[in-house]
């Protein structure tokens, strides 16, 4: 009797302990489409992206003047000239397909920057409010955690948004 006595006085601290341990939970995509440094990376990346178009447009351009150049003159152009017009064209063509390869992986890398700055100032956040408010742990919901009560966590992702400094929802945000 001792024994149960003294073990349920031992589990009684660590049952107070558990029913005042925090847990939260935010959505961590919902707030990222409203952030601010989002908008700005999705802007930047736009400009990027139109720049390397702009400029593949440009080689598509010389591409085909040249070839109807060389369309036009092939009959008329001694095998030299001719041999020499074509391997320039072949040069620029491949150039072109160079230049795409090389936009595209440029952007790649860009967005997966840009991105990875952006969650870096949303880690932060939660980090700060999760630290602010005692939390144990926050759970991010947009990363496919199965369940999460309700009742038991707590939402935070208006602590987390007051923290970077922003207010209402993408809807919002967008209007």
Do not use: H
């Amino acid at each position: 009797m001792k024994k149960i006595l003294i073990l349920m006085l031992m589990m009684a601290p660590l049952s107070i302990i558990a029913q005042t341990q925090k847990f939260g939970y935010v959505n961590a995509n919902a707030i990222m489409q409203i952030m601010p440094e989002f908008t700005k990376a999705q802007a930047d990346l736009k400009t990027l992206e139109k720049q390397y178009s702009d400029e593949l447009e440009r080689l598509r351009t010389e591409l085909e003047k040249k070839g109807l150049q060389f369309e036009q003159l092939k009959d008329s152009l001694p095998q030299n000239i001719l041999q020499r017009r074509y391997t320039e064209l072949q040069e620029l063509n491949t150039r072109l397909e160079q230049y795409y390869q090389e936009s595209v992986q440029n952007l790649k890398q860009a967005e997966q920057t840009k991105i990875v700055e952006v969650s870096k100032v949303l880690s932060d956040a939660i980090q700060r409010v999760g630290r602010d408010g005692g939390y144990v742990c926050v759970f991010d919901i947009a990363g496919g955690v199965p369940y999460i009560s309700e009742t038991l966590c707590e939402d935070v992702t208006e602590k987390v948004k007051a923290v970077l400094g922003i207010t209402g929802s993408a809807a919002q945000q967008k209007k």
